[in-house]
């Protein structure tokens, strides 16, 4: 052990090369022995090596695999999506349509309804005005005949003495006896 450990002391005694050469002593390199272990490496490493990149392959071939499974249902869900929003759009433009169609019905329709309305108001009004001066004619007509009729009276009673009454009475009494005559 000591010569081991002279070794590595005598390790940090020795000068660095003062240039850079090519060692042509074969025993120095020791290719041989680097060669044997490279092959043992190559030999028993191969296998772990190639069980390696075949176990990364076969991880980067299901990512891959499951990463299109994935983006296929995406694609699905997203052509799902598009077909609800262009149907969703397509009843909102009916409901829109429809909207704007019930609208002009009722806009209509109210205004049928105020157009009759103002039309029987308008007949109310017209019956109305008809109507007072129906009133007013006839409240005309009789103040007009009650003062006709006082008139008269007071013409008769300052006019008639009881002789010309009492004839008038007889020329009326006349007259229905002869009106009577003639019905039977």
């Known amino acids: 052990m000591k010569n081991v450990t002279d070794s590595f002391v005598s390790l940090g005694h020795w000068r660095s090369a003062g240039s850079f050469g090519f060692n042509t002593d074969i025993f120095a390199t020791n290719p041989i022995n680097l060669s044997v272990v490279i092959g043992v490496l190559i030999f028993f490493g191969k296998g772990v090596f190639s ?12 990512t891959i695999r499951n990463s299109e499974e994935l983006c296929g249902r995406a694609v699905e ?54 109507f007072e001066q129906q009133r007013v004619i006839n409240q005309v007509r009789l103040r007009v005949f009650q003062q006709a009729l006082q008139g ?9 003495s009881n002789e010309l009454h009492l004839r008038t009475i007889n020329a009326n009494i006349g007259m229905f006896g002869a009106m009577k005559e003639i019905t039977d």
Request: net charge positive; charged share 35%.
């Open 77 to 130: 869900q997203l052509e799902k999506a598009r077909a609800r929003l262009r149907k969703v759009e397509m009843e909102a433009d009916q409901f829109r349509m429809n909207g704007y169609s019930e609208i002009e019905r009722d806009k209509l329709n109210l205004i049928n309804s105020i157009y009759k309305t103002l039309e029987q108001l308008e007949n109310y009004k017209n019956e109305t005005i008809h």
């Open 152 to 160: 008269a009276l007071g013409t008769l009673n300052s006019c008639l």
């Open 51 to 62: 069980d390696l990149l075949d176990n990364r392959k076969l991880r980067i071939v299901n």
